[in-house]
């Protein structure tokens, strides 16, 4: 009998290389997918797994190698054209906005539209519906994601992906954010997905799930492709020597019992590739483990780090609540502080449990960090939009009382020019009194509508006099700081369809983010330009300030990222201000050198 030749692969990968600043996280990787199979991504923590598939999403763009998708060569894909392209991918992290609920989270960027092009809202519920009860889960729909758990915002997450229909699926380390039993619904999803011939590229640490799943296996180490296997018919064994780097001693090699040692070498890299830091010390508190998070969060080198003594950390000058914690540890107890505090002003949840052995014998203390910064921050940025909302509406009440007076005395500066009374000096000091009245109606009119905060719909929306509303709100902070203001406008018609004030949210978080940049006395301009081919509207906000180091160019977009104090700011304003442009099917870019540009491109409104 003839063997069956494999079917053609959806997704080919050829020599992919990948490099962020000085760190390469790819070298020349191969990596194929067929229709129809789950195919596993495996490696030790930082060997490319995640940088591998962000390519698909678009979160990563490659330095080197070629991309072929059902046969068409891609040079690169954004995240519009990978969810045009039917490429579905659930991150590491949970990726929702956590301020809208589970329909807008699951149609933003693909909103389907009604009778002048206003949104469907009945059948995005109703296939809202439809999404979760093929996962067999039921979720609120009205209620915010934030205050609903993280299994649930990850349900949200996959209906998302559902929803495009997708032909390749991508599921990054899921089921270190689930339990087992939540695990047991996505399990048929992917069994159902294999049938109706979708890819799935999986990839975990757990070796049951990948024999129990996968179809193929594909080994990375150090951003090197170590092979891809058929799984059916491999060897546990060798799929452990493949993964993980560690080589047995003379004397290992001549114990009984290989497998076992092999065993406690892959649980120990279970602990070492968790999200949450963990520090194992032994009966005499001395350190048997530390993972990678753990070193990171403390400040300690993992390599000579072993075998030290708790106290020879020296985090007593780094965690406030040392004390306490260290005299749980050596009175063997278990203890927990939600909000403990480290010394450049992070919060950590710490957690101590002393383990025993089947006789109660005294093993040793696992110690579990969590950094909990920016759940507490995201907390006071809820708090601190709430307030923003209530000073919207009553900036509204006093802007709509302060125009019905200006418009009073506008009329009787109208009167005043009318009389011939009036001297020639006179009539020119009118005339100026009426220019700056018209100046104050102009900056309250824009106000007026930025704080329309019940405004949801997409509707045509002329980007240069949004331009112009937004330069009146800002311009006394450049007035401040001796900024000069170069603004460009386009020369043909600038209108794309959107919401407004969303769209003047994204430009005044921009122009903010310059003024912030620039020392006194610098340059910030706004340039727009009308693209024939394809038929885009960019709008570019540039300025002379000092640039964005090279080190933190891949985090900018990064939730709750920052480089200004963390009492005032977020870190939120420029990964809302890329959401909101992506939900008008366009993307926002940088550059920086000399001068920083970022660059707004959005979809020209046909005419």
Known sequence: ???????????????????????????GVDFDLRPGEIHALVGEHRAGKSTLVKLLSGAVRKERGEITLAGEAVEAFTPASSMRRKIGMLYQEINVVPSLNAVENIFAGQTPVRWLGRPDHRLMISRARDLFQRLNVDINLEVPLFKLSMAE???????????????????????????????EVVYPILFQ?????????????????IFHLADRVTVLKDGVGVGTEEIKGLDRMKLLRMTYSFVLSRDELEQDNKELFSLKKYNESIVRNLPVGVLILDDRN??????????????????????????????????????????????QKEGRWEEARLSDGRVLKVSTFPFKDEDYKFLGTIILLEDITKELLFKDYLLRAGRVASVAEL??????????????????????????????????????????????KEIIASLLSFSRIEDTHMIPVDLEGTLDDVERLVRHKMLEKEVRFVRRRADGR?????????????????LLNSVEAVRPGGTIEVESRVRAEPPTVEVRVIDDGCGIPDGIRD???????STKSAEKN??????????????????????????????????????
């Open 555 to 561: 985090r900018i977009f990064d939730p709750f990222f």
């Open 286 to 331: 001395k350190l048997y483990m530390l993972n990678a998070p753990a070193a990171k969060l403390l400040g300690i080198a993992r390599e000579g780090g072993v075998s030290r003594s708790i106290e020879s950390l020296s985090l007593r000058r780094k965690i406030r609540e040392y004390g306490e914690i260290i005299r749980c540890i050596k009175e």
């Open 395 to 440: 900036a509204a009440g006093i802007a709509h009382e302060i125009n019905n007076p200006l418009g009073i005395i506008l009329n009787y500066t109208d009167l005043l020019k009318r009389k011939s009374m009036v001297a020639a000096d006179g009539r020119e000091n009118v005339l100026i009194i009426e220019s700056e009245l018209q100046r104050i």
């Open 153 to 183: 915002q990850l349900m949200v997450e996959l209906a998302r992906v559902l929803s495009i229909d997708p032909r390749i699926i991508i599921f990054d380390e899921i089921s270190s954010k689930l339990t087992p039993v939540e695990m």
């Open 570 to 607: 977020t870190g939120l304003g420029l990964s809302i201000s890329q959401h909101i442009i992506e939900t008008h099917e366009g993307f926002l870019d940088f550059r920086s050198g000399d001068r920083t540009v970022f660059t707004v491109h959005l979809p020209l409104l046909k005419q």
């Open 193 to 209: 997905a294999r049938r109706e011939e979708r890819s799935i590229i999986y990839i975990s640490h757990n070796m049951d799930e």
């Open 1 to 27: 009998m003839t063997k069956r030749a494999a079917p053609a692969p959806i997704l080919e990968m050829r020599g992919i290389s990948v490099r962020y600043g000085d760190v390469v996280a790819l070298r």
């Open 494 to 510: 600038a209108v794309v369809r959107g919401n407004g004030n969303k769209l003047k949210q994204v430009f005044i978080n921009l």
